[in-house]
Each structure stands twice: as C-alpha cells, then as structure tokens.
C-alpha cells in the first residue's frame, strides 16, 4: 500500500470517529437533564469530535491551502468552545437553572449575598 493509501484510510476513520462523536455529544445535548449535563455534551465530546472530523480532512484533502484554513478552523475552536461553555455555565447559575445539591464546590455562592 502506497503512503496516500494509508493516510486515505486513516482520514475516513478519523471522519467516521468525528461523525459519532459529534451524534454522541448531539443525543446528550437532547436527552441529559440539567444545564450542567448539557453543557458537558456540547462542549467536550463536540469538540473532540470537530477536531478529529478536522484531522479526517487534513488527511484527504493533502493540500498547504486546505490544510492551513483546516488549522485555524481547529485552533478557534479550540479557543471558543471553553469560552461559551464557561459563559454558558455562568448564566445558568446566575439565573437559577443550577441545582446547587449536585456542586462538589460552589466557588460562586459568596457572589451572590
């Protein structure tokens, strides 16, 4: 098998892990209760799932042009996913969709007396 074959191949299993991971973090986006839960899904196993969806192409596509625009796209992703989901956190608490029994520690508790 040629070099080409090879990383052919390894860029169709890295799309097909990315494809799952990204159903997997959208069923758990739909099915977990609570904000906490949800912002979890959307944000760890959806960007793990981008990421790789983003190596599968990197790995098909082959070319300095596609490969420098698949780069950015991965790096503010990487930059923009933390910080929604800590917003996301954030206006949950403040307007109450938190429950408060389920935090190991409530860093945020003396802010709000």
């Known amino acids: 098998m040629s070099a080409g074959t090879v990383a052919d191949w390894l860029g169709a299993v890295a799309l097909v892990a ?4 990204s159903l997997a973090a959208g069923i758990g986006v739909l099915r977990f ?3 906490l839960d949800r912002m979890h899904a959307a944000t760890k196993p959806q960007v ?5 969806l983003l190596l599968g192409l990197a ?4 070319s300095p042009a596609d490969l420098g625009m698949i780069a950015l796209v991965g790096v503010f ?3 923009t996913a933390p910080v929604a ?9 403040r307007s109450g969709r938190v429950d408060r029994s389920l ?3 409530d ?7």
């Open 18 to 21: 990315g494809a799952l991971l």
């Open 33 to 35: 209760p609570d904000v």
């Open 48 to 52: 793990l799932g981008v990421l790789l």
């Open 59 to 62: 790995l098909r596509l082959r």
């Open 77 to 79: 992703q990487l930059a």
């Open 85 to 93: 989901a800590q917003m996301i956190g954030r206006a949950a608490y």
């Open 103 to 105: 935090l190991d520690t």
């Open 107 to 113: 860093e945020l508790a003396e802010e709000r007396r």
